[in-house]
T-cell receptor, first 114, second 113 residues
């Protein structure tokens, strides 16, 4: 059973397009996250949702809009894609927002913007 | 802002060699520390974590890490590596609001059989 799944695994698109990445967890967690891993392999948090409410929003361009239709899903929509958006995007979940709770990661979505 | 430094980006070892991967963090308050591993083609998985108490933490697959508060360090060790330990290893600190993790840049370990 896949605990945290993401679709698609690979996404290649042109600059200026709008695209979405989906994330689902079947662990019963109520907190989900999006991280971006850039070309230098740094993993940086972008957003976190708890019970469908946004609780962490790092300095991310407003072209990025997360949406959480329910506790088990956290999707990431990106408008007007730019070359610099090329990265691997990881979704994660944890039981709650208590500091130190283990985060379970998805397999990542490799986004390439041409 | 919190940051995490991992000293070695690439490490190549022969099987049975001992491993130590360095990790230093910058944060003055109470921290939780983690090591995650990503095997080729797989998800990030938790190896071990430190919250409080004994600064020597044991994790899965024979890994351990030592928290040295005075040095702001949390180095990962394994006495004898195996070919199957080939992976990328990420150190992370959990500090401040919520359950946000701040990661280091990762260390790619290649174990030669």
């Amino acid at each position: 059973d896949t605990a945290v799944s993401q679709t698609p695994k690979y996404l290649v698109t042109q600059m200026g397009n709008d695209k979405s990445i989906k994330c689902e967890q079947n662990l019963g967690h109520d907190t989900m996250y999006w991280y971006k891993q850039d070309s230098k392999k740094f993993l940086k948090i972008m957003f976190s949702y708890n019970n469908k409410e946004l609780i962490i929003n790092e300095t991310v361009p407003n072209r990025f809009s997360p949406k959480s239709p329910d506790k088990a899903h956290l999707n990431l929509h990106i408008n007007s894609l730019e070359l610099g958006d090329s990265a691997v995007y990881f979704c994660a979940s944890s039981q709650n927002t208590v500091k130190g709770n283990e985060q379970f990661f998805g397999p990542g979505t490799r986004l390439t913007v041409l | 802002a919190q940051s995490v430094s991992q000293h070695n980006h690439h490490v190549i070892l022969s099987e049975a060699a001992s491993l130590e991967l360095g990790c230093n963090y910058s944060y003055g308050g109470t921290v939780n520390l983690f090591w995650y591993v990503q095997y080729p083609g797989q998800h990030l998985q938790l190896l071990l974590k430190y919250f409080s108490g004994d600064p020597l933490v044991k994790g899965i697959k024979g890994f351990e890490a030592e928290f040295i508060k005075s040095k702001f360090s949390f180095n990962l060790r394994k006495p004898s590596v195996q070919w199957s330990d080939t992976a990328e290893y990420f150190c992370a600190v959990n500090a401040g609001y919520g359950n946000k993790l701040v990661f280091g840049a990762g260390t790619i370990l290649r174990v030669k059989s």
